[in-house]
């Protein structure tokens, strides 16, 4: 069985850091109307607090794409289990994500969007994890950069669990858990 290791960010720094990135987000659509895609479910918490951050009249829409199984490592390819309900050509972009950590998912999803003649498309990932990437993708805007390790809470599950967890923590795994 899995435990929580340690906490590596807590409730407050969370707090500050999502309203720093609100800010932002504010500040570089300042007049626009962009839509604003919660990848779930791993973004749902993240996405929730930050777009009460953000004083612009967002457009909400929510995603479901699946890369991982019950494990801890990528197998590679993405599939929508769960489309967008609008139509986003012509439109300005913002997909929320948990974290990035090959880089598969979002580099696939945002050529996707992209094909589908979005106006413009950014990623705002609450982490990073640049260790693990696998292809070239960069986030546009990112919350904390982390090492190469596992983490759940703040949206973040491992095996379904732990998403409602107020802080990111790391996670130790027994011998052969690892996929
Ligand atoms: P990737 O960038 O395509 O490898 O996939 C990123 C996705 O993998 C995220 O949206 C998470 O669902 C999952 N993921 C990657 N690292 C972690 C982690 O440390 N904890 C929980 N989920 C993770
Ligand atoms: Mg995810």
Redesign the pocket.
Request: proline share 0%.
């Given at each position: 069985m899995e435990k929580i290791d340690k906490i590596l960010i807590n409730a407050k720094d969370i707090k500050n850091r999502v309203a720093q990135m609100g800010a932002l987000i504010q500040t570089d659509y300042a007049e626009k109307s962009p839509v604003v895609i919660c990848?779930l479910k791993?973004?749902m918490v993240f996405y929730s607090d930050l777009v009460r951050q953000i004083d612009l009249p967002l457009i909400f829409d929510t995603i479901s794409v699946s890369?991982?199984g019950a494990g801890?490592s990528?197998s590679g390819k993405?599939n929508i289990i769960k489309d967008l309900d609008c139509d986003i050509s012509g439109k300005d972009v913002i997909v929320v994500?948990?974290?990035?950590?090959?880089?598969?998912?979002?580099?696939?999803l945002t050529l996707t969007l992209k094909n589908r003649g979005a106006k413009s498309v950014k990623v705002c990932a609450f982490?990073d994890?640049p260790s693990?990437?696998?292809v070239d993708?960069k986030a546009d805007y990112v919350g904390y950069q982390?090492g190469d390790?596992?983490?759940?809470g703040y949206g973040?599950?491992?095996d379904g669990k732990y998403r409602n967890l107020p802080y990111i923590g790391a996670?130790s795994l027994d011998e052969g858990e690892r996929e």
């Open positions: 990848v791993g973004a890369s991982y801890t990528s993405i994500e948990d974290i990035i950590d090959s880089g598969l998912t979002m580099k696939t982490l994890k693990g990437r696998r993708f982390i390790e596992f983490v759940v973040l599950d491992f996670i």
